[in-house]
C-alpha cells in the first residue's frame, strides 16, 4: 500500500527561499549558500539545508520524487534522514565536477561522499528510495519507470527514531528551484539484493 504524504505535514530544518505547492507538487527555491556537510577534507560544518521532514515510520519505505536543472558547482536534492545534527544521510543528484552525479552522504560525526556519474538523467523523473534493513539504511534510485538501482547500503542503528523527507541545497548560488513531484510511504525492501 502505498500512502502519499501531504506537503503539510512536515517542517523545515531551514526555511527555503520559497515554496510554492501547486497541482500536487513542491516547488522549492532553495537559498545561496545552503548546504549540509560536517568537516571531512573541507574543515566546515553546513547545517542549513532546505529539508522538510517528518518522523520516519520504521515499517514503510520512504519515496521522493523530483524533478530539476542543475546547472552550477554542488547544486543538489534528494531525500533526507536526520537522527540529530551529527547523523544523517543526504541521497540524491548531485552536480559536481561539471557532471550530473548519483550519491550519498553519510554523517556520524563526520560526513563522508559518494557519487557516480549520471547524465543521461538530467532533466528526467528521479526517484529516491529509503528502506531500513536490519541495522542498516538501503538507498535505491531510478529514473522515470525504469529499474531500481542500489545507491548505498550504509550502518543505521535500529533503535534510533529518525525523520525523512525532500532535500534541496544551492551552495554556490542564489535561484535553483527543485520540482518534487511526490512524498510517498511505501511498503520497505524486503531484502538488500
Known amino acids: 500500500m502505498t500512502i502519499e504524504v501531504p506537503w503539510k505535514s512536515g517542517t523545515w530544518t531551514t526555511l ?3 515554496a510554492v505547492e501547486e497541482d500536487g507538487r513542491l516547488m522549492v527555491t532553495a537559498v ?11 574543515g566546515f560544518v553546513h547545517d542549513n539545508e532546505h529539508a522538510l521532514l517528518e518522523e520516519w515510520n520504521r515499517e514503510r519505505a520512504v519515496e521522493i520524487g523530483l ?4 546547472t ?13 545534527a551529527e547523523r ?4 540524491g543528484l548531485e552536480f559536481a565536477d561539471g557532471v550530473l552525479n548519483l550519491g550519498a552522504v553519510v554523517t556520524d560525526g563526520d560526513s563522508d561522499w559518494s557519487n557516480a556519474p549520471v547524465p543521461e538523467w538530467a532533466g528526467r523523473e528521479v526517484t529516491m528510495r529509503v ?15 525504469e529499474p531500481w538501482h542500489l545507491v548505498r547500503l550504509a550502518p543505521f542503528d535500529p533503535a534510533v527514531s529518525a525523520q525523512a523527507g525532500p532535500f534541496c541545497c544551492a551552495p554556490t ?6 520540482t518534487f513531484t511526490s512524498w ?3 511498503e520497505p525492501d524486503e531484502s538488500i539484493h
Request: aromatic letters at 10%; hydrophobic letters at 45%.
Open 184 to 186: 510517498r510511504l511505501t
Open 173 to 178: 548560488r542564489a535561484g535553483l528551484t527543485v
Open 67 to 70: 524533478k530539476a536543472e542543475f
Open 88 to 91: 544523517w544521510i543526504k541521497t
Open 72 to 84: 552550477r558547482e554542488f547544486d543538489q536534492a534528494g531525500l533526507f534522514i536526520r537522527v540529530d
Open 32 to 42: 545561496e549558500g545552503s548546504d549540509a556537510w560536517r568537516r571531512t577534507a573541507y
Open 16 to 18: 527555503p527561499a520559497a
Open 131 to 145: 528502506s531500513r534493513i536490519n541495522d542498516a539504511v538501503a538507498i535505491r534510485a531510478r529514473v522515470d519507470d
